[in-house]
Structure formats: C-alpha cells, structure tokens
C-alpha cells in the first residue's frame, strides 16, 4: 500500500470496507487440521472412530453407537490468571487399542488412556505434551513412546501418564510414526530429512541416516530392515544395525503413505498416482497409474485384491498379483487422507469430515454407514 | 465460482508457489530471503503501474496553487468542481490514478498470503495439498518441507510482534509523507480532511497490524518490506513534501533537548493554507515556501524544488509532458 489520500468520507468508508472484507476472508484456514486418525477395532466387535474433533466414538459395524468421548483442549491461563480451557482439537495419531484400553494423542499433544470396558469410554489419566503430535505412538513395554513436532521423544508410563523420560534426537517435525525393534527405536524426520535409531532405555542415538527427502510416512520394520518412505519420490530400505542402505526404489511422487509389506510384496502408492509392488530386493513387480489420483492411505489386501484409496475419493481394487484393474469406484465429495480397517469382510474408512464409509473390496461397492450419535456421552 | 478458483490458482497461486518454493532453493533454503526476493520481483514487475500512481501524486502536488485558486474564486460549489475538473483536464492529472495501483495490489497480497501459508505446511492436510500445486521438477518437488524459520522467527507462526511493530511503523511513515503535502481546500472541507487523513494515518496501519497477529509472520514480512520498497519510491519519484525526520520527534522529547515545538495540527493547516494562498496571489513569486509541520525549528529543509516549481507555474498549468490531454 502505498498511500491514502481520501478526500470524501464515502471513498474512505468504501476503500475501509473493501479492504476488510478482502482481509477477513483471507484470514480462514486454508486446509485446516482436520486429523487423519483411522477407524480402529476396539472390543467385542465395535469400531473405535474419529467423530469429530477431538471426539472419539465407539460404535458397531452398523452405525449403531455403543460409547463416545471427548478429549477438551488443555486448560490455559492468560496473563491476569484466568483460566481457559482450549478447542478440542483432531486425532493424528492412530489410537492404540490393548484389550480394553485405548491410548489416544491428539493433535495439540494431549495423551489420554481411555477405559472401554462396559460399554463406555471413561479417560484414565491425560498428559500434556505441550507441543503438537502428528506421529503414531509406539508401545512397548508399558512405555509409549510419542514424538512431538519439535522433534522431541517422550517416554509415558502408562500406568500413570508420567513423563519418565525425554531426549529430542531432532530439531525438526516428526510426523511418521516411530517403528520399534529389540530395543531400538527409529524416528523419521521431516525438516532434517533423517532416520535415526534412538535406544529405547537412554535416549542415545545409535545411527543417523541422512536422506534426500522428507519422511512424513510410518516406518516400516520388515526383518532386519527398515523401510522408508520419502518425499524425495523413493522408498528406501535400511539397515537396522547399520543404518545403511540396502536397496532404493525410485517411484514417481512422493511417498507419504505407510507401505503395506506381505510375504509377497512391498505395496506402496504416491501422491502422483501410482501404486507399486515391489519385491524385497527393491524390484519393481507392477506400477498401476491414473493421473489426478493422489495415494495418502496405505493400500490394504483383501482375498487377493489389493484396494487402493485416492485423497479425492477414488478407490480402485486392482489384483495384487499382477496390477490390473479390477474396479474403480468414486465417492464424491469427500477427501480421504486416513488408512483403511479391514473388519468382517469389509473396508471402513474415514472421511475429512468424520463420515464413515464402508466399501467392499471384492466388488467396489461404498455404502456410508449411518453413525448415530450416541444417547448419553461419557 | 469453481472456474473462478481454477484460474486464480493455475494463472495466479500455482505460479507463485512453484516461484516462492524455487527462489528459497536457489537462495539457499531461506525461506525469509526468498520473501523479500519475491518482494522485490513483484515491486519491480509493477513498477510501471506505480510510476503512474507516483506521477499522478505529483501531479495533483503541483496544481495545488491552481487548486488554491479556484476554491478562493469560485464560492458556488458546483461552478468550483467544474473548474477543479477543468484543472485537472487540462494538466493531465488524474485524482483516481492513485487507485489502480493499490487494487493490483491486493490480489497479489492475497495470493502472497495463501502462497506462504501453504508452502510452509501449517497443517499436514496442508502439506498434502502442496503436493499437487508443485510442478514436475526434482528441484521443486525434492525442496519441500521449506523451513520457515529466518533469523530466529518462525515465519510459518502468527503473532510475531517485531514484524507487527514493522508493519505498523513503515504504513504509518508512509501515511504520515504522504499526508505532509499542502492540499488547497474550503476550511470545512480542509477540517474534513485533515481528519481523514489523520485517521487514516493510524487506522490502515492499525487494521493492516491486526491483520499481520492473526497470519503466518513470513506474510507480515512480505507486507514490511513491500511498504519500505514504497517509501523509498515515493520518496525518489515524489519527494518527501513537508515531511522532515525531525518532525518525529514528539514535542515532549524536544522540549527536553532544548528543541522548538512542533506546530499543532490547526497551525499547520493555517500554515499550508497561507502558504497556498501566497502562491495563488502570486504566481510568478520566486519563495521559498514556508515549513509547516516544524516550523521555525533547526529541522526544516529547504524545499525549494517544490517552492520554486509551484510559484513559477501560471494560473493554469501546462499540460505535463508526456500526458495525454483529454476534452479538447
């Protein structure tokens, strides 16, 4: 702006006016976080999924509710000392079920242990990390282990959600969720473009790799070798003592999914629009291909179709032998950035808005599944 | 409206997210430098719209005798605005071509928004989103996540105070030069304005600085620098007019260091209308003009490239070289 000289009071309030109107609509999120948390299985045949923000619901296969929860933004207080509780904010993380506990980490770095025994959803303890989590926790031997954005790795007890340890190997965002081996603990980064493996007990690191690209994917643990999505278009495969690399596929965009790694197979699709199968010495078995396709979610197996879902809303089943296309299916308006679950013979995914939607992978065929709200929340 | 989407992003938003994702790789992954690089890209490609803007200040700077003229001779209103109109006429001047200039602005300081919002990822659906806007080169697609941190800021955060500070301080500098030029007016309608523009001298820095809390830092960046690359054009193209650093300093602190006062507003006003009114009078005076934000203080400074233009001028001007006279 490079000057205002306004002589009539009407200009002045015009040029205010448009001005304003310009600003205040510029001032919405583009792409707000809406939370890519998959639907999980929870006991006794129920489906744990993300309702809403900040919002857990357990419901049956059919829609029909059986608890719900919601995890409240941390209580804050402002500079005269009064207190305020924040928004609820999205699931990331993908919820870890053990028998009847779940653990959930929202996106504003709250842990929570959920109780689902008798039907409901009771909170345990919550713990706040103080800065946001995108990444899957890990759990192991009564630890979990969460990365924050700002690269730090705590440890939580989880029997009473203490921080019993904490070591930032990275400066930088960790959004892929760690993968655990013996000990070990690797950690993808996204502003360093490393692979670390930090020892579980002390925090040390044990070896660095340093990549081309970006890793914003879950890693893989497959034998003694980890695999490694990158934004630098490649999958790479890793040495776990080592960290050395033994093999790198070279796709055609980035990889931001977890691949899905079967006795037979690596699959794992790019924000371009291919999928591949490759073998375990990194040799490519098949590439299918559709422009305008973008693969986030992890491709999942049914009975010999390999189901692949697209950001925009397309799915495509194509036999994971050979890649050739047995269906596609587009359900409109819908963006869909969350893995599948495989449960009873069906496919149940998550939309950006919450909806559920089931598909059935051997014919294609999406039905959205009716959730209904539950008569008293927990 | 979706077509409408569709071309602001292939002809206006894609473009510039592939531009800003390059400069920060050539610029050695500065995402800041790569901001003020595009500032200056994008000052440099409009420079001709601003020329004419800047010319068109002027312009209206250098009737204000004739300007003094007609509102002292004509007292019907409408016979007055028919001159003014007639000035304007005959010396080429525009007033609305201050407009043109600041409303090209304001798509590209959108898109700049939207732009440094999503290649920095605020959200991971965001970072998604990216992938799609990026062309098919390994430079641009390997570059991304882009750091947003520079010089210490996080230019991906909202509320960076120094660079509110920043925008708030260069618009209203930039209001305050602007504003400090002698207009030729009515009392009533010299009042009226004079309060326009002191309000506009706080209320566009004030909106602009709320607006900069509530975005990503690197947009206050880009808004500080683009406004600093302004002052200094209309300071090169237009002059600073009455404007003199010293005026800055509030009278408190002068009476402190032994300093004269500044003038009050109402003095000014009296002042610029005087010195208006001598120059009506006297068309073919050679003076210098008197100050009139400080005056009579050890800060005034010759204006006598003004002075000397203005009282040199006839009663109507010549048209301006270079400008096509209209309604003849």
């Given at each position: 702006m490079t000057m205002f000289h306004v002589k009539h009071p009407r200009t002045l309030l015009a040029s205010v006016l448009l001005a304003s109107t310009l600003l205040v609509g510029c001032t919405g999120e583009l792409t707000p976080a809406k939370g890519w948390a998959p639907p999980v299985a929870g006991p006794n045949n129920t489906l744990l999924i993300?309702?809403?923000?900040g919002r857990i619901a357990a419901i049956k296969t059919?829609?029909?509710?059986?608890a719900s929860f919601e995890l409240k933004g941390a209580k804050t207080r402002d500079f005269i000392g009064r207190e305020s509780q924040a928004a609820a904010t999205p699931f990331y993380a993908t919820p870890i079920v053990e028998g009847n506990t779940a653990y959930i980490v929202s996106y504003q770095g709250r842990v929570a242990r959920l109780n689902l025994e008798g039907g409901s959803i009771t909170e345990r303890w919550v713990v706040d990390l103080n800065h946001h989590v995108v990444a899957t926790p890990v759990l192991r031997d009564n630890r979990l282990y969460v990365s924050t954005e700002n690269g730090r790795l705590a440890v939580v007890n989880v029997e009473n959600g203490s921080i019993v340890g904490e070591t930032r190997p990275t400066p930088g965002r960790v959004w892929g969720s760690p993968a655990a081996a013996d000990d070990r603990v690797f950690i993808g980064t996204l502003d360093s473009s490393e692979i670390l493996a930090v020892q579980a007990g002390n925090g040390s690191t044990l070896w660095r790799y340093d990549g081309d690209g970006a890793t914003a994917a879950d890693l893989v643990v497959d034998g003694s070798t980890l695999l490694v999505p990158s934004f630098d278009r490649a999958i790479h495969a890793l040495d776990l003592a080592s960290g050395k690399e033994s093999w790198a596929f070279p796709g055609d965009g980035w990889f931001v999914g977890k691949p899905l790694v079967t006795p037979g197979a690596i699959y794992a699709g790019t924000m371009s629009g291919s999928l591949y199968a490759i073998d375990r010495s990194g040799k490519q078995q098949w590439q299918f291909h559709r422009a305008g396709l973008e693969f986030r979610a992890t491709p999942l197996l049914a009975n010999g179709t390999l189901v692949g879902v697209s950001r925009n809303g397309t799915f495509v089943g194509l036999?994971?032998?050979?890649?050739?296309?047995k269906w596609s299916r587009t359900f409109e308006g819908v963006e869909i950035d969350a893995n599948g679950l495989m449960l009873d013979n069906a496919i149940f995914f998550t939309t950006h808005t919450y909806r559920l939607l089931r598909l059935d992978p051997a014919t294609g065929e999406i039905q959205p599944v009716n959730v209904q709200p539950p008569s008293s929340g927990n | 409206m979706p077509q409408i989407t569709a071309i602001w992003q292939i002809a206006l938003e894609t473009p510039l997210i592939n531009i800003m994702v390059l400069l920060t790789v050539v610029l050695g992954g500065s995402y800041g430098l790569a901001i003020l690089a595009f500032t200056v890209i994008s000052r440099a490609l409009m420079f001709p719209l601003t020329l004419r803007m800047l010319n068109s200040m002027k312009g209206l700077q250098e009737i204000q005798p004739q300007m003094a003229e007609i509102q002292k001779k004509y007292t019907d209103p409408k016979r007055r605005q028919e001159e003014v109109m007639k000035l304007y006429r005959e010396a080429g001047v525009n007033p609305l071509g201050c407009l043109g200039p600041q409303l090209v602005q304001f798509p590209i300081f959108i898109a700049v928004y939207q732009v440094i919002r999503m290649t920095l990822g605020s959200t991971p659906e965001g970072m998604l989103a990216l992938s799609g806007r990026l062309y098919d080169y390994p430079i641009i697609q390997n570059a991304i996540p882009l750091s947003s941190t520079w010089l210490g800021m996080d230019l991906a955060a909202q509320g960076n105070y120094f660079l509110v500070a920043a925008v708030f301080a260069s618009m209203w500098l930039q209001q305050r030069i602007s504003s400090s030029r002698p207009m030729a007016t009515t009392q009533a309608a010299s009042d009226q304005q004079r309060q326009m523009n002191t309000m506009m001298q706080w209320l566009m820095p004030a909106m602009f600085a709320w607006f900069v809390i509530a975005t990503p830092a690197g947009v206050g960046l880009y808004w500080a620098s683009s406004t600093i690359i302004g002052i200094i054009l209309q300071w090169i193209f237009?002059?600073?007019?009455?404007?003199?650093?010293?005026?800055?300093?509030?009278n408190v602190v002068r009476e402190r260091l032994g300093m004269p006062r500044l003038a009050t507003p109402d003095q000014r006003r009296l002042a610029s209308r005087a010195a208006l009114t001598q120059h009506a009078e006297v068309p073919g005076g050679d003076r210098t003009e008197s100050r009139?934000?400080?005056?009579?203080?050890?800060?005034?400074?010759?204006d006598s490239r003004r002075g000397n233009r203005a009282g040199a001028r006839p009663a109507r001007p010549a048209p301006r070289p270079g400008r096509r006279r209209r309604n003849h």
């Open positions: 993300q309702s809403g923000a059919d829609g029909s509710p059986v036999d994971a032998a050979t890649g050739a296309e | 237009v002059g600073p007019g009455d404007f003199t650093w010293g005026s800055l300093i509030p009139t934000t400080d005056e009579g203080s050890g800060d005034e400074r010759e």
